[in-house]
C-alpha cells in the first residue's frame, strides 16, 4: 500500500481481527480501498475506506473472521464491489 505499512492482529478465540495501518498514502478520488478475507470459499469483503477515513495512523475491526487464512487489499472504485476487481496490492 505505497510507502505505507499495514498489519493485522487477530483471534481465533474472539473470531475477529484488528487491521493497523501507518503511512498509507489514501486511495484516489473516486476510489476506496477494500479489504477482503480470503478463505476456502474465496474472497469475501471486509470493508471499505475511502480517502477521508485513510488518515496517518488507521485502525479497522473486522469481526467474524472465521477460517480466513489471509488479508488482501484492493483498489475498488466507488464504494467498493461484491467482488475484487483490482490487483491485489498486498
Request: glycine share 12%; hydrophobic share 40%; charged share 10%.
Given at each position: 500500500?505505497?510507502?505505507?505499512?499495514?498489519?493485522?492482529?487477530?483471534s481465533?478465540d474472539?473470531?475477529?481481527?484488528?487491521?493497523?495501518?501507518n503511512n498509507v498514502?489514501?486511495?484516489?478520488?473516486?476510489t476506496?480501498?477494500?479489504?477482503?478475507l480470503?478463505?476456502?470459499?474465496?474472497?469475501r469483503?471486509?470493508?471499505?475506506?475511502g480517502s477521508?477515513?485513510v488518515?496517518?495512523t488507521?485502525t479497522a475491526?473486522m469481526?467474524?473472521?472465521?477460517?480466513c487464512?489471509?488479508?488482501a487489499?484492493t483498489v475498488?472504485?466507488?464504494a467498493?464491489?461484491?467482488q475484487?476487481?483490482?490487483?491485489?496490492?498486498?
Amino acid at each position: 500500500l505505497g510507502p505505507g505499512q499495514a498489519t493485522v492482529m487477530f483471534s481465533r478465540d474472539r473470531d475477529a481481527a484488528v487491521l493497523v495501518m501507518n503511512n498509507v498514502p489514501p486511495p484516489s478520488n473516486g476510489t476506496v480501498y477494500q479489504m477482503w478475507l480470503i478463505g476456502a470459499n474465496g474472497p469475501r469483503s471486509a470493508g471499505t475506506m475511502g480517502s477521508t477515513a485513510v488518515q496517518p495512523t488507521t485502525t479497522a475491526t473486522m469481526n467474524e473472521i472465521g477460517n480466513c487464512r489471509a488479508l488482501a487489499f484492493t483498489v475498488e472504485p466507488g464504494a467498493g464491489s461484491p467482488q475484487p476487481t483490482g490487483t491485489i496490492l498486498a
